[in-house]
Each structure stands twice: as structure tokens, then as C-alpha cells.
């Protein structure tokens, strides 16, 4: 009995500790800023503008391209990219052509492909680009061939949602441009931006035990891609707290007009920002503080960003963009945080031993595992690199270590339930399954050639698998129609 709750004690802690140095290192810089980018699109963009590039009745050879562009410039992790794919959504973009955008932001991401690249080979780098770009966009096909009479529901609704809105302001365009400048700098790890240009060190005492608490509270294993608490991070999760409480005071009935809580709120997000934007180094007798390259680049951003918000914007454009941005927070935050916890007690179920024998040979069953461990052992851009290192050291195969690195910025727990809110259950779970089937058979492919299959035979198989993954689409989405047909004749 005494074995059973220290187990369960563990797996919970593990959940907590998980949970805490996520919103710790990774919330501020990335996830908040896409927040506001996709309240900005869906308040400030006219609903022509994205379906000109991104609908479901322009051209595939548009769509399609421009959809994995955009996903591909901004290289942003699962999580982030999640607010954005509801932007564009909500705001008309076809199902295809937005889920084209939802699979390839994470999955091409700059950085991870150049650091997978460094560490593993470039070869694994290159199979991980080239699959993803186009898995990405035969997923999407495929999605909007399925649910074509859903689509052209959804395109009629957003028409209704937005027919009155008007062309785009330039101020508002260069807002949302400044808000994309935020999220870029924030996440991108280049050296102008890593780069410490001043440092201050301030006399406070305890900083340095305070730490050493922390550490103790979230014990945490680096070998394993979990990360701790950090003095600053703590300091976060509480400045978290209280933009979640000013901003529900402020802006959950915005419409009824501005009060000082809105203000409120809005000033915590930009003073957050600027606070995680340091480099804090806790010491015995002080804290020492640098100011990075991204500390001045967020800094410029949001001086700019108030300004405008201010003096640029209308009433009208302010109100419809905290609100949009209020409400993409209430929707995907909560399950962000029950996936996170989630992820956090699995994570601590699973033994890295069993990767040899689950994972060593590249079967089918094989790269299925290194996908289900995409899912369970979901972890932020660029830690998924040197875990992935930590099982090819462990003996898996390669096809399957690329399978776990296409689907794991795909299918961590959190985003599937995420996405099922914003698309529906049905559409979100026929995503997950061709993202598996995909991610699979990309695994199987690449093992195949690293274990000397030839080229041609790879890309015959390739050719087949594609085929057969189209006629079954069509077969499934003439079936569709036809049980419709015969219900409407039925009710006739």
C-alpha cells in the first residue's frame, strides 16, 4: 500500500513539476505572443485576405504552397503554433490548406532541422524536411477531401461572421506585424539576440538558497529533457496568475466598454514579457542580471506595440483584439495546462529501456512506438534533439527515431485536445490518425534506406503507399456523399 502512494505521489509531482517549468520557460516568449497574433488576425485581418491565399476555393497549387511557406518562415513549436492555426482558421482559411499550416510550423522548424542536422546527421535533417513538407501537404489534401461538406459549411459561417468587416487599416497591418517582430525575436536563438551587451548585478540576498528551494521542490532529470524551476520562473508562473485574474476582470465584458482592469492587464502582458526577456544569474549576496540582445528587441517591440495600441488603433479595433485574443485564452489554455500535467505523469511511466526492444529494428510496429513516444514524451523545440541522441544511444533504429521526430511537435497530448476544440473531435482525430499513419511510414521508408534498400525501390513504395492512401480518401469521401444523399432523399 505504502509502494502505491509513493508511486502515485511521484507520478503527480512528476505532473506538477512538468506543468511548472513549462509555464516557466515556455509560455512567456512564444505562447503569449501567438495569443495576440491570432487576436489580431481574426479582429484586424478582412476574411479576403486570408482566403485569397489560404481558402478552400483558391487554387491548390496556392493554397497548399503558401500554407507550408508560412508555416516553414515561422518555425514555431506545437503549442505556439496552435493559437495561430485558430486565427487563420476562424478567419476562413480552408480546413486543407490550415492543416497543412498546422503540421508544418513545428514540424520544419529552422532551428531543430539545422540542430537535428549538427548533432544526428544531415541526412535525418534532410528526410525530416523534405517528408514533412510533403506529408504536411498531403494531409491536408486529404482533410479537405474528407470533410468537403463540412468545409463549405465552415467557409459560408466565417462569410456570415465577417461579411461587414472592412479592408485592412495600415496601422493595424503594422501592428500584427510587430506583434509577429515580438514572436520572432522572443524564440529565434541567433547570437545577436543571445548576445549580452550589459550587465547589472543587484544586492539581494537569498536569491541563491531561494534557487536551491526550487530545485529541491521540482527535482528534475536533464538526461531525460525535463527542466527545473528557475528563481525568474517562479517569479513568472506568479505574474501569470495575476494576468489571468486582471484580464478576466478586464476583459471578459469588454464589450460593455474599458475599464481599469483592462489597462491593467494589458500593462502585466508587456511588463512579463520584459521580465522573461532577462538573463537572471542568482548568486550568493546578489543577482546578477543581463541584458541580452532579445531583452532590447522585446523591449523596442512593445514600446512600439503600447504606442499604437494608444494612438494608432481604433476603439473598435482595440475592444475586437483584446477580446479575440481573451477568448483564443480561455479556449486553449485550460487544456494546454491538463495536457502539460498529463504529459508530465506518463513522461515518468515510461523506461527509456524499453526503446531497444520496442524500437530497435525498423518494423512497422517499431516506428509506431517512436510515434507514441512523440506523443507521451512530448518536449519543447529543440529538446527533442538531444533526446532524440539519448535513444539512438539507447539502440533505437533510426526509421523509427525519425518517425518520433516528425510526429512528436505533432501529437503531444495537449495539442490534440487542443485542436479538437477548435475543428471538432471527428476532424481532429482523423488529423491524429494520418499524422501517425504518416509519420509511420516515413519512419519505415527512411529505416528502409538506411539499412541499403535502393532508391528507386523507396520511392516505388513511396508512389504505392500514396495511391492507396488516395483512393481510399475517395472511396470514404463517396461513401460520405452518398449516405447523405440517401438521409436527405430519406427525409424527403
Known amino acids: 500500500m505504502n509502494n502505491l502512494l509513493n508511486t502515485i505521489t511521484t507520478l503527480l509531482f512528476g505532473g506538477l513539476g512538468n506543468l511548472a517549468a513549462y509555464l516557466a520557460a515556455h509560455v512567456l516568449l512564444c505562447l503569449l505572443p501567438a495569443f495576440y497574433i491570432a487576436g489580431a488576425m481574426t479582429a484586424l485581418i478582412p476574411k479576403e485576405t486570408i482566403t485569397r491565399y489560404l481558402g478552400r476555393s483558391t487554387p491548390k ?59 544526428i546527421g544531415m541526412d535525418l535533417a534532410l528526410a525530416r524536411l523534405i517528408l514533412s513538407l510533403a506529408f504536411g501537404i498531403g494531409i491536408g489534401i486529404l482533410m479537405s477531401i474528407i470533410f468537403n461538406k463540412e468545409d463549405a459549411e465552415h467557409d459560408r459561417a466565417t462569410d456570415a461572421m465577417f461579411a461587414q468587416q472592412k479592408s485592412m487599416r495600415r496601422p493595424a497591418l503594422i501592428f500584427l506585424l510587430v506583434l509577429v517582430a515580438l514572436l520572432v525575436v522572443g524564440t529565434f536563438q541567433i547570437d545577436v ?36 524551476v528557475s528563481v525568474q520562473g517562479a517569479v513568472m508562473i506568479g505574474l501569470l496568475l495575476l494576468i489571468g485574474l486582471s484580464s478576466w476582470k478586464g476583459l471578459e465584458k469588454i464589450h460593455e466598454g474599458f475599464n481599469a482592469w483592462t489597462w491593467v492587464s494589458t500593462a502585466l502582458v508587456g511588463v512579463t514579457l520584459a521580465f522573461a526577456s532577462l538573463s537572471l544569474q542568482p548568486a550568493a549576496g546578489y543577482l546578477g542580471i543581463q541584458l541580452t540582445g532579445k531583452f532590447f528587441g522585446v523591449l523596442i517591440s512593445l514600446v512600439i506595440l503600447g504606442w499604437m495600441l494608444k494612438n494608432k488603433l481604433t476603439e473598435d479595433e482595440t475592444r475586437d483584439f483584446l477580446w479575440e485574443t481573451w477568448r483564443f485564452i480561455k479556449q486553449i489554455f485550460p487544456l494546454l495546462i491538463v495536457g502539460v500535467f498529463a504529459v508530465g505523469i506518463i ?125 481510399v480518401s475517395l472511396v470514404v469521401n463517396w461513401f460520405k456523399a452518398s449516405r447523405e444523399s440517401m438521409s436527405e432523399k430519406a427525409g424527403l
Not at 531561494?210 to 529533457?225: E, I, K, Y
Open 61 to 119: 497549387w496556392i493554397s497548399y504552397p503558401a500554407s507550408a511557406a508560412a508555416g516553414f518562415l515561422l518555425a514555431v513549436c506545437s503549442c505556439t503554433v496552435i493559437p495561430l492555426f485558430a486565427g487563420i482558421y476562424k478567419k476562413g482559411a480552408g480546413l486543407g490548406p490550415a492543416i497543412t499550416f498546422l503540421f508544418v510550423a513545428p514540424a520544419v522548424n529552422i532551428l531543430a532541422l539545422t540542430y537535428t542536422g549538427t548533432v
Open 193 to 228: 539576440l543571445k548576445n549580452v551587451y550589459f550587465e547589472l548585478s543587484l544586492p539581494i540576498s537569498g536569491v541563491d538558497k531561494f534557487q536551491n528551494f526550487l530545485l529541491a521542490l521540482v527535482p528534475f532529470d536533464a538526461s531525460r529533457g525535463e527542466e527545473g
Open 347 to 471: 513522461r515518468g511511466l515510461i523506461k527509456p529501456e524499453w526503446i531497444e526492444s520496442l524500437a530497435g529494428r525498423n518494423t512497422f510496429l517499431g516506428n509506431f512506438i517512436g510515434v507514441l513516444f512523440g506523443v507521451f514524451m512530448y518536449f519543447p523545440t529543440l529538446v527533442e534533439v538531444p533526446i532524440a541522441q539519448m535513444f539512438l544511444g539507447l539502440g533505437m533504429h533510426r526509421g523509427p527515431l525519425l518517425a518520433y521526430l516528425i510526429s512528436d511537435p505533432e501529437l503531444s497530448l495537449q495539442s490534440i485536445l487542443i485542436t479538437a476544440t477548435i475543428i471538432g473531435k471527428l476532424k481532429a482525430w482523423v488529423y491524429v490518425g494520418w499524422v501517425a499513419l504518416f509519420s509511420t511510414v516515413a519512419g519505415l521508408l527512411y529505416g528502409a534506406w538506411i539499412n541499403g534498400t535502393p532508391l528507386a525501390s523507396i520511392l516505388l513504395y513511396l508512389v504505392a503507399f500514396l495511391v492507396v492512401v488516395a483512393v
